[in-house]
């Protein structure tokens, strides 16, 4: 006797489709890119007092274009759903719900972010998780309703690899207008 399996259909998504998801849930969640560039610009702006806001915006754009910040960010929004419907195990659902202090898979799942663009974007994380200003304030404050125990600290990761993108692109900046200085020659009195 012979089944009539359906064939298997080998595995296969679009990486547009996986970013424009992330950005889509970024704004069912109610963040928006700018919100995360004024961050990006909180952290940056001492260093770099002329950095712009749309400078901020184009790094968190490219920083959102990146896998392993999709993945964290659609699987940390899928987490705080689940507990903002209560199907999460106990104590899990319990732990997530109320931000527990000694859960910290939300700053693992963050530190997958944080570090597409080295170890500079964990001491910029760790200052704005810290004294979230903006967006993570408000994020945080659980009498508005929505759990964002994995989003907040996703939304800090995002703005601090956007950060560390400016940092490291604006010393290479800096090191190649040295090194073009350095390569004029001076000239020759002799040969006047």
């Known amino acids: 006797m012979e089944h009539n399996q359906p064939e298997k259909v080998p595995y296969s998504l679009s990486s547009l489709n996986v ?20 961050l990006v610009l909180f952290l940056q702006q001492s260093y770099f007092p002329n950095l712009t806001i749309e400078e901020c915006e184009a790094s968190v754009d490219k920083v959102l274009m990146k896998r392993e910040v999709q993945n964290a960010l659609l699987t940390g929004v899928q987490l705080d759903i689940l507990a903002e419907q209560r ?56 009498s508005l309703g ?28 800096q090191e190649q207008q040295a090194d073009s200085s350095d390569m004029e020659l001076p000239e020759d009195d002799e040969t006047k």
Not at 97 to 106: A, F, I, M, S, T
Request: aromatic share 8%; proline share 3%.
């Open 19 to 38: 970013e424009q998801a992330t950005r889509e849930w970024l704004e069912k969640r109610g963040v928006t890119i700018r919100e995360i560039a004024e």
């Open 146 to 173: 929505p759990i964002h125990t994995f989003f907040d600290d996703i939304v800090g990761a995002i703005a601090a690899a956007a950060s560390s993108r400016i940092a490291h692109g604006r010393r290479l900046d």
């Open 87 to 142: 199907q999460l195990i106990s104590p899990l659902q319990e732990m997530i719900e109320n931000d527990e202090g000694l859960y910290g898979v939300d700053e693992i799942l963050a530190f997958a972010i944080v570090n597409v663009y080295g170890s500079i974007g964990f001491t910029n994380y760790g200052y704005v998780d810290k004294l979230k200003p903006g967006v993570l304030g408000r994020l945080n404050d659980k």
